[in-house]
């Protein structure tokens, strides 16, 4: 069963890119072999020495993680880009210390988190982190109930349901039955963070040891036996198949392969040649099935890096064939001379102190690396942050005064390790009048309100406009502008369409009546909208039918230009061929529109003021990853904090010669 499920999620992750039920099966099982173990300690009234099971069971498993983790450390010092280091060494942290799941459940909705275009070669930690801390819960539910049995046989002596299987019964039944309500409400509304929540995958474990605690009770027959046995096994294959599952788990779909799995264990040995369980306890499967714990934990490595080397999406049969026995070969090596050692190994089994000391020193194997690895990296982020700011002109090494001017040899900023920190800074939650009264509105920001109002000022849009808040912001604190931003994540302002989604048309609509009920002086907008291929700018989508209520009421209107956006994460780049690669200097032709697009809105809504810094971002035919020795994006499409910070100057020039503010 563990060899199958393995396979499913190895083939799966290499061929076709999607879930598979295989790790589903995986926990199912864990919570199955725990519990029988744990049943037949109670029911033999043996003490269950909880510091002794935990202490044996991590010091089995933390050799071969370490093993991977300090593996996947160098692959990554070697082929990965450096913006990616800090993560994968936070991942690393998480993965050794059992949360890798809390770590990427908080990405997963986290619009703003580093967008790498490639998964992380610690990815699949995160069901190893559940089960992890699953293993550290179930023992107490088995130590509550031993402490509690013996009490409730005293006030019930006559009611089996006073047994300790009883007990556990109905332990396991309410955890099953409260924890998959929960995970089908929260698959429902919340996918992404639901998928990596142990909260919404204890059901699955709870399935198994209900599954273990009914085992005695359940006693088909041969032929029920092999109909169960194949049936099982063909539904757990085809789940992954049959049904389209990326957006359904752990929900009630999860059942699916769970239960598939479940029969099959019902199945066990059917005491025929017909069987499934001949096909189970082949040699092959068996081989398989004792290197499966190091196999998951090669697999995904292993694909992720060959992608990343290769620079391929997809890896074909052969490709995939070499992947699954380059990872064998590491899984079956991991397990004869890390795992099998390790757990033979008498001295740490005599004193529970001595399986703490091999815990912390596997642990230590890989805290001294990877604090050391951030130390440095902490160093080097403080040394580029520290050069004088003549050095990093960014945009201004584009204005008149630079023209012809070389740019002054200089480590580029920000420090590849700070990227994840290059979003436009809003000061806070809005305040007062300011606060919305829709729901939809919640995320409302604002900058800090100056002493004097001048100016009210709202930003509508997305990512793209909350970017320019690098320069608008400094400039309203300066001239007492108050900015309150209404942002949603790859929502575009402009009237309801079609070509947004539900979501984002509810947002735009409060958006625009929050706007109607507050006149402001102004509205800031992006008023184009760049994409990375072909046509590479257009129209933002009902953009002057969304504005055109604002300017009717007397609302000024900013719409400044978008800027390019790449089928490349920029900066990464730059890291791996340097900044005057060709592949990271994009022609401006493939970047923006011949023509812009803000020259057809011109004439044809009154109190629009539309601004083009594009030419402080792109310069002679070319828009560069890298000017002025600062990093113009911080991925594929978003512009550095730092590099519009360096556009103020021309920004503020550009804004009020549009508007007319200052004369106002």
């Known amino acids: 069963m563990r060899a199958l499920a393995v396979l499913m999620v190895a083939t799966y992750h290499i061929w076709l890119g999607k879930v598979s ?30 510091l002794r099971h935990w202490l044996h069971v991590f010091k089995r498993l933390l050799p071969a993680v370490v093993v991977v983790l300090l593996a996947v450390l160098t692959a990554t010092w070697i082929f990965v880009p450096q913006s ?83 007990l556990l019964f109905m332990a396991f039944g309410v955890v099953f039955a409260v924890s998959l309500l929960y995970s089908i409400e929260q698959t429902a509304h919340n996918q992404e963070y639901a998928y990596f929540d142990t909260r ?49 788990f752990p929900g009630f779909v999860a059942l699916w392969p769970t239960l598939a799995a479940a029969a099959v264990i019902i199945a066990g040995q059917s005491n025929s040649r017909f069987g499934a369980d001949r096909l189970l306890s082949s040699r092959p499967l068996v081989l398989v099935g004792d290197n499966s714990y190091a196999l998951y934990l090669w697999h995904w490595p292993a694909l992720v890096f060959f992608l ?76 580029i942050a520290d050069q004088p700011k003549e050095l990093t002109p960014g945009a201004a090494a584009l204005s008149p005064e630079f023209a012809g001017q070389p740019t002054p040899e200089a480590m580029i900023i920000p420090a590849p390790a700070a990227m994840k920190d290059e979003w436009a800074d809003i000061d806070g939650l809005c305040t ?40 608008l912001g ?111 200097n994009a022609p401006l032709e493939e970047s923006l529109a011949a023509s812009s697009p803000l020259d057809d809105y011109v004439g044809k809504v009154e109190r629009l003021y539309l601004m083009d810094m594009s030419d402080f971002i792109c310069e002679q035919g070319t828009c560069p990853a890298v000017v002025g020795n600062v990093y113009v994006y911080k991925d594929d499409n978003h512009l550095t904090k730092t590099y519009v910070q360096s556009m103020i100057p021309m920004f503020e020039e550009r804004l009020l010669a549009a508007t007319g503010w200052a004369e106002r």
């Not at 995986?26 to 269950?48: D, G, V």
């Not at 001295?347 to 230590?364: E, L, Q, T, Y």
């Not at 604002?446 to 002493?451: F, M």
Request: hydrophobic share 45%.
């Open 474 to 584: 400094p400039i309203a604190k300066q001239h007492g502008w108050e900015v309150v931003t209404l942002l949603k994540g790859s929502c575009r302002f402009g009237a309801e369409s079609p070509e947004r989604t539900d979501e984002c048309n509810d947002f735009n609509k409060a958006s625009a009546a929050y706007v109607m009920e507050h006149q402001p002086d102004a509205v800031f907008t992006v008023a184009s909208l760049t994409h990375a291929t072909a046509p590479f700018e257009t129209e933002v989508p009902g953009y002057l039918e969304g504005i055109k209520p604002f300017t009717d009421a007397g609302i000024d209107v900013v719409g400044v230009r978008d800027n390019p956006r790449f089928s490349i994460n920029m900066p990464e780049c730059v890291q791996k061929k340097g900044p005057d690669s060709p592949d990271c």
């Open 200 to 248: 919404t995958r204890l059901w699955e474990f709870a399935l198994g040891s209900l599954l273990a605690l009914a085992l005695p009770y359940l006693k088909p027959g041969r032929v029920l036996r092999v109909i169960l046995g194949w049936a099982g096994l063909a539904a757990m294959l085809a789940c992954g198949l049959v049904l389209t599952v990326e957006r359904s």
């Open 308 to 383: 990343l080397v290769t620079d391929t999406g997809t890896p074909s049969l052969l490709q995939g064939l070499g992947i699954m026995a380059v990872s064998m070969l590491l899984a079956v090596a991991t397990t004869r001379y890390i795992e099998l050692p390790l757990r033979r190994w008498e001295w740490p089994d005599v004193r529970s102190w001595r399986a703490a000391v091999v815990i912390a020193c596997c642990g230590a194997l890989l805290a001294v690396p990877v604090t050391a690895w951030q130390g440095a990296i902490a160093a080097e982020g403080a040394a």
């Open 21 to 50: 039920g295989g790790v589903d099966v995986f926990l199912l099982i864990s919570a199955f072999l725990l519990t029988l173990s744990f049943t037949r300690k109670l029911e033999n009234r043996k003490p269950l020495k909880l």
């Open 84 to 166: 990616r280091w800090p993560d994968v060494l936070a991942e690393a942290w998480a993965s050794l210390l059992y949360r890798q799941n809390w770590q990427l459940a908080d990405s997963a909705v986290d619009y703003y988190a580093q967008d790498h275009s490639g998964a992380s070669p610690l990815q699949h930690f995160w069901s190893l982190s559940v089960q992890g801390q699953v293993f550290i819960l179930w023992p107490l539910i088995f130590a509550a109930v031993a402490l509690l049995q013996p009490q409730l046989a005293k006030l019930f002596p006559q009611r089996t349901a006073a047994t300790p299987r009883a």
């Open 432 to 471: 007062g009048d300011n606060v919305p009264s829709d729901p939809l509105l919640q995320g409302c920001l604002q900058n800090d309100e100056p002493d004097v109002v001048t100016k009210e000022i709202v930003v509508l849009g997305d990512s793209h406009a909350q970017q320019y808040m690098a320069a």
